[in-house]
């Protein structure tokens, strides 16, 4: 028979041990042995102990629970008499606290159970079921006869293995259920699938290799890492100095989270238990006739996810921090930076508990049910929830937004400082650009030519500042003092000029003008040196008065030409055909123009005395007649 009103419950839906026993003995039972089709038909051989038409049950299933030792809670001594029995807690489904080893005796059947360890992350009271209903219903209902959930059952867990042929995977199926010391229990369900093969399909090969690549890639990031480690140890002279960074900690709890999820992740693959299977005809077990269990194969695929799910928090900030590298893509790095403090501050002041968090967002943002605070006290909830609406929407809410806002403003100001500085190359550098060089430079291995390559041809950043070792700790440095300092290193002024452009590190800022100065002042105080140095040399100036020597010989022979042809000028045009002209007289300022014939002469240029007439003349220029 069916319990008035029991078939609307589920598993879920149990919350009394009443409840958890007819569960197991009218709903799973009849729905775990099932061997006729839906036209009441009896299953055929092939199908035997099949679900859902292509699922089948490997073998039975099997019921743990865990227990609590009697006398491990708080209480006043005088209530002993009232209540001998006296249970605390234990946690995480029964694995830490003072957990009950002894074995105990059924209430009825005085058959006495025992604890079992079938290994060290599985271990419990365990009860084993075949595939027999019959043989199932009696021992079920034997269970409840010997009340074996009792008052120190605090975890209860009931498995099962399915196998499905056509995408050829297990699945593990748990129903389990916490039971608090109040009287509460608390369902829940957890199914955990696995492939018996993990590379079979063509698209299987495809994450193979890329499974291939990325483990490369990690070990090639492990020997960057540790080849900084080593440069920082022998530079600072300190075998872990790598660790003096907070970054550098980050980095290796980065890598060793990966590490070890990679292992895990390989034993997934190559799961001894799966190996250790019987098949048959009838059904599937282990190697010591129990039901197929892969407990082992759920705790790494637990911590699997759980690992990679911190993992990837601390990917996330280092992807943050990545983002500073580049101006455009790190401005919101840079607003979480500014708020950041304000924001820590205020709300470590104001929340004490992530409860009280959850609670005040509920309630601000509308997920929250204020139907709740009016069932407790329908008085109080009105002086409390209104108030605080209107506190939290008209001030908290656009505080917080304003502060966010300042960050970005703070952020905005200084990328605009930024691109007015010597760094405007770095910070218009477009991410892509920025992860090819960076890629380029990281892959050098695999480049022929380095000194052919644009990116390559210069030696790392690194390098260049251990030549510079005594300039790497100052900031600035000013370029007349580099070429000063390094004039004995054997570095030519192309080669440096070369390098500051390619990391550019020498680029005029307004900033520092005065550094520009005081260049410029070494400049001329070099220029005057050398001009001194020239002026008492008996060398140099014998050379200079023979170079003047040889220009006045010049600018004579010149003159002289020039005499020749302003003579053979006044012999062609003489002044006794002038038509037209104006003269204007002054040093650099006389200019003639006449007509003769059918052509027009201007005439400027030095003095120069022609028959019957004094004009100035250089150049002579012949124009057609003006209409």
């Known amino acids: 028979h069916t319990p008035n009103g029991y078939e609307l419950k589920g598993w879920l839906d149990i919350r009394t041990l009443d409840e958890f026993w007819d569960w197991h003995e009218y709903h799973f039972l009849e729905l775990f042995y099932v061997n006729r089709y839906y036209n009441n038909d009896f299953f055929s051989p092939v199908d035997q102990s099949t679900i859902l038409q292509h699922i089948k049950l490997t073998g039975g299933f099997r019921m743990m629970q865990r227990r609590i030792e009697n006398g491990t809670c708080w209480s006043y001594d005088k209530f002993v008499p009232f209540q001998p029995d006296c249970y605390g807690e234990i946690y995480f489904e029964g694995t830490v606290g003072p957990l009950d080893r002894l074995p105990f005796t059924g209430v009825k059947s005085g058959k006495e159970y025992v604890f079992e360890e079938k290994a060290w992350y599985d271990y419990g009271y365990f009860v084993n079921f075949d595939r027999n209903k019959t043989a199932g219903v009696e021992q079920l209902k034997e269970l409840r006869r010997d009340l074996w959930i009792g008052k120190a059952t605090q975890f209860y867990r009931l498995d099962f293995v399915l196998y499905n042929p056509n995408v050829g995977q297990f699945a593990t199926m748990e129903f389990k259920a916490q039971m608090r010391p109040t009287g509460i229990i608390i369902p829940y369900v957890e199914v955990y699938c696995r492939r018996y093969d993990f590379y079979l399909t063509q698209r299987d090969w495809i994450r193979l290799a890329m499974e291939a690549i990325l483990f490369i890639s990690f070990f090639f990031f492990v020997y960057g890492e540790w080849v900084d480690a080593m440069t920082l140890a022998s530079r600072h002279g300190k075998r872990f100095a790598y660790f ?122 509308g997920f929250a049910d204020p139907a709740m605070l009016f069932e407790y006290d329908k008085l109080y909830a009105v002086f409390f929830y209104y108030p605080f609406i209107f506190l939290m929407s008209l001030f908290v809410l656009p505080l917080t937004i304003a502060v966010i806002m300042d960050g970005y403003g703070e952020m905005q100001a200084a990328y605009q400082r930024a691109k007015r500085s010597n760094l405007h190359d770095v910070v218009e550098l477009m991410f892509p650009e920025q992860m090819y060089r960076g890629f380029i430079r990281s892959t050098q291995f695999f480049v022929r030519n380095k000194e052919e390559h644009k990116r390559l041809k210069f030696p790392p950043k690194e390098e260049v500042l251990k030549l510079f070792g005594d300039l790497s700790d100052r900031d600035v440095v000013a370029f007349s003092e580099v070429r000063k300092k390094f004039r004995d290193k054997n570095i030519t002024e192309s080669l440096l000029t070369a390098i500051c452009e390619k990391y550019n590190a020498f680029q005029p800022d307004p900033e520092w003008n005065h550094l520009l100065k005081e260049e410029e002042d070494v400049e001329d105080e070099a220029k005057k040196e050398k001009l001194a140095k020239e002026d008492n040399d008996p060398d140099v100036l014998s050379k200079i008065i023979e170079e003047l020597n040889l220009r006045t010989d010049q600018v004579l022979e010149d003159q002289h030409f020039m005499n020749k042809k302003l003579d053979l000028l006044c012999e062609i045009f003489p002044t006794t055909a002038v038509a037209r002209g104006e003269v204007k007289r002054g040093v650099g300022a006389v200019e003639e123009g006449w007509t003769w014939g059918a052509v027009q002469v201007q005439v400027r240029g030095l003095e120069k005395d022609c028959p019957g007439k004094h004009v100035t003349v250089c150049a002579v220029r012949v124009m057609p007649p003006r209409n």
């Not at 590490?259 to 010591?288: G, N, Q």
């Not at 470590?348 to 601000?364: H, N, P, Q, S």
């Open 244 to 365: 003096n960074s907070f970054w550098n900690i980050i980095d290796f709890i980065h890598y060793l989270l990966f590490l070890i999820v990679m292992i895990i992740w390989v034993y997934i693959i190559a799961d001894p238990s799966v190996r250790k299977l019987v098949i048959e005809a009838e059904s599937i077990t282990m190697e010591s006739g129990l039901p197929v269990d892969f407990t082992a194969t759920v705790i790494a695929v637990e911590s699997y996810f759980a690992i990679n799910g911190f993992n990837m928090l601390i990917a996330v900030i280092r992807i943050l921090k990545y983002l500073r590298m580049n101006a455009f893509l790190g401005q919101l790095t840079e607003v979480h930076c500014n708020w950041r403090d304000p924001i820590w501050k205020s709300s470590a002041r104001i929340y004490e508990a992530l409860d009280a968090i959850d609670m005040v967002l509920g309630f601000t943002v």
